[in-house]
Structures are given as structure tokens and as C-alpha cells.
T-cell receptor, first 112, second 114 residues
Framework: ETGVTQTPRHLVMGMTNKKSLKCEQHLGHNAMYWYKQSAKKPLELMFV???????ENNSVPSRFSPECPNSSHLFLHLHTLQPEDSALYLC???????????FGSGTQLSVL | DQQVKQNSPSLSVQEGRISILNCDYT??????FLWYKKYPAEGPTFLIS?????DKNEDGRFTVFLNKSAKHLSLHIVPSQPGDSAVYFCAATSSAGGGNKLTFGTGTQLKVEL
């Protein structure tokens, strides 16, 4: 399998649930990203990892907790989310400092 | 405050004609610009990019123009094909900020009609 794979594709969760989004890349990249896309809004950068180290947290609430165990895998752990957190969550990867990002298909999240 | 703006949420063009998608930016530190295309249920895919040292970059049917003084860039698709129907995102970044932190616009939905 090649490219950037995200699971699950769709997720519905209650505000008290805990869930995790998973991202895996097979491109040999060492930088990984989480982006959020809400309706009618631009893609918003959430987190950046370079060589497994978090280098950017774009003022994201602590109910979103990223984890990068190695350069190929990225997780986003979710707990006590709010309905306004419903959005498309996109994972991306690249070579470090390279502008060309490769995106996964995203997880469409609905918080009830 | 949106630093990258795509003021046209949608554009409809006839097959074979030129599609012109526009993008404006406000941050003068941006020195690299990209266009991504997104089909429904898929992630954005890289289309074409341009560095601020250039004013034009061409790749097949796609050409990006950059006007630094106006802080404006545009994507031209000639000739437009039905398969080009998608959402197009403009993105910008600054090499001083590491280069890999992209700021995106809200996208323009292009529909190419037969």
C-alpha cells in the first residue's frame, strides 16, 4: 500500500467518549501533520511532527492529544469533545521543511 | 484574520474553455505558494507550486501566475476538462517559518460543464 492512509473514514462519537484517529504513511517521509477542515473554513493546521518530535501545536485544545510513535504513524486521541469539533480531520506527511504535503482521505468526525 | 483568501466559492466553466481561479494573500513573509485539488471523499492532492522568485510556472494544462506587488496569484487551466471539476485550494508558506506549515484558503469549487 502506498500513500497516506487514515482510519476510520467516518466516526460518530458522543461528548463523553474517547476515540482515536490513526494515520499511516508509506512514503518514507519524516514529517507528519494533523489538519482540521470545518465547513466553509480553510484547512487549519493543528500539529506538526518532525522526526517524531512535536514542533508545532497551533493552540489546539487539550481534548485533542496527538501521538507520533514513529515517523510512519500518527494518532489523534480524542476525549470529551464538543459538537463544534465536528469536522474533517486530515493527516498529511512530507519530507521535513518541504512544502509539498501529501494528504490522506481524512476522517469525517461527528460529535453528538 | 484570513491570510490566504479565495473570494470565489464557486466557478462554472464550459469544457474546452479556460478556468481562472484566484487567490489573494496578506502576509508579505509568504514566499512559496501551492495549489491543491480535492475530489469528494478524498484528501487534497498537490497540483502545482511557485516560488516568489518567479512570476509564472507551467505544468501541462496548468499555469500559476504570481503578482507579488498585488499579493495575488491565479491558476489557469487550459483547456478545462470535466475531470477538472473539484475544489481547488490555494496555500502559502514562508521558508523563514520552516516552509512546511501551509496556510490554506477556503477553496473554490470548479465545475466544468459539457
Amino acid at each position: 500500500e502506498t500513500g497516506v492512509t487514515q482510519t476510520p473514514r467516518h466516526l460518530v462519537m458522543g461528548m463523553t467518549n474517547k476515540k482515536s484517529l490513526k494515520c499511516e504513511q508509506h512514503l518514507g517521509h519524516n514529517a507528519m501533520y494533523w489538519y482540521k477542515q470545518s465547513a466553509k473554513k480553510p484547512l487549519e493546521l493543528m500539529f506538526v511532527y518532525n522526526f517524531k518530535e512535536q514542533t508545532e501545536n497551533n493552540s489546539v485544545p487539550s481534548r485533542f492529544s496527538p501521538e507520533c510513535p514513529n515517523s510512519s504513524h500518527l494518532f489523534l486521541h480524542l476525549h470529551t469533545l464538543q459538537p463544534e469539533d465536528s469536522a474533517l480531520y486530515l493527516c498529511a506527511s512530507s519530507h521535513p521543511t518541504n512544502e509539498k504535503l501529501f494528504f490522506g482521505s481524512g476522517t469525517q468526525l461527528s460529535v453528538l | 484574520d484570513q491570510q490566504v483568501k479565495q473570494n470565489s466559492p464557486s466557478l462554472s466553466v464550459q469544457e474546452g474553455r479556460i478556468s481562472i481561479l484566484n487567490c489573494d494573500y496578506t502576509n508579505s513573509m509568504f514566499d512559496y505558494f501551492l495549489w491543491y485539488k480535492k475530489y469528494p471523499a478524498e484528501g487534497p492532492t498537490f497540483l502545482i507550486s511557485i516560488s516568489s522568485i518567479k512570476d509564472k510556472n507551467e505544468d501541462g494544462r496548468f499555469t500559476v501566475f504570481l503578482n507579488k506587488s498585488a499579493k495575488h496569484l491565479s491558476l489557469h487551466i487550459v483547456p478545462s476538462q470535466p475531470g477538472d471539476s473539484a475544489v481547488y485550494f490555494c496555500a502559502a508558506t514562508s521558508s523563514a517559518g520552516g516552509g512546511n506549515k501551509l496556510t490554506f484558503g477556503t477553496g473554490t469549487q470548479l465545475k466544468v460543464e459539457l
